[in-house]
T-cell receptor, first 115, second 113 residues
Framework: KAGVTQTPRYLIKTRGQQVTLSCSPI?????VSWYQQTPGQGLQFLFE???????NKGNFPGRFSGRQFSNSRSEMNVSTLELGDSALYLC??????????????FGAGSRLTVL | DAKTTQPNSMESNEEEPVHLPCNHS???????IHWYRQLPSQGPEYVIH???SNVNNRMASLAIAEDRKSSTLILHRATLRDAAVYYC??????????????FGQGTTLQVKP
């Protein structure tokens, strides 16, 4: 079966612009979560969605937002880009969000470079 | 959120077993122990998870201490493809709580031919 698909894979933006990243989860998975990975901070949780509702949000400024659609696809948006937003943005999907035994499947990520 | 402690790096020779340790002294009774790994230029990949008993799958084995304050991921025969960053993560098992993963720095495994 198809894995988690993230688009675009690479993109370059300039400071002040905004960006939208897309994630298509595995068929049948209703939970999508987003993570930011940087060399300095490692992997950090951004948000988590289930059935179009945001269930949890990480410690990021309001410039970072997301949403989930009825088909479970998700998008995240970063407005007023800063140099420090340069990172690999990873999306993960799972069948649900709240079971401790639940396994996440990650996409390959979207590499954002802010100049 | 309960924390885990792992060595920053480990080395292994190809085709030898590898034991990757993880300490989680503040684990709660409902926390699951998960292991993920991240190969270069890829997203993290699920390896194995367990609650109290030792677990085996096609990729690895997970040995959990009797008091659950530590665990060990065992790769039975390391290959060059196993060179990756390995993350030990505690996942809250209480229904309705968040499913987010809290990643530490992980252990970078180097496999020598």
């Amino acid at each position: 079966k198809a894995g988690v698909t993230q688009t675009p894979r690479y993109l370059i933006k300039t400071r002040g612009q905004q960006v939208t990243l897309s994630c298509s989860p595995i068929s049948g998975h209703r939970s999508v979560s987003w993570y930011q990975q940087t060399p300095g901070q490692g992997l950090q949780f951004l948000f988590e969605y289930f059935s179009e509702t945001q269930r949890n949000k990480g410690n990021f400024p309001g410039r970072f937002s997301g949403r989930q659609f009825s088909n479970s696809r998700s998008e995240m948006n970063v407005s007023t880009l800063e140099l420090g937003d340069s990172a690999l943005y990873l999306c993960a999907s799972s069948r649900d969000f709240s079971s401790g035994a639940n396994v996440l499947t990650f996409g390959a990520g979207s590499r954002l470079t802010v100049l | 959120d309960a924390k885990t402690t792992q060595p920053n790096s480990m080395e292994s020779n190809e085709e030898e077993p590898v034991h990757l340790p993880c300490n989680h002294s503040t684990i709660s009774g409902t926390d699951y122990i998960h292991w993920y790994r991240q190969l270069p230029s890829q997203g993290p990949e699920y390896v194995i998870h367990g609650l109290t008993s030792n677990v085996n799958n096609r990729m690895a084995s997970l040995a959990i201490a009797e008091d659950r304050k530590s665990s060990t991921l065992i790769l039975h025969r390391a290959t060059l493809r196993d060179a990756a960053v390995y993350y030990c993560i505690l996942r809250d098992g209480i229904p309705g709580n968040t499913g987010k993963l809290i990643f530490g720095q992980g252990t970078t495994l180097q496999v020598k031919p």
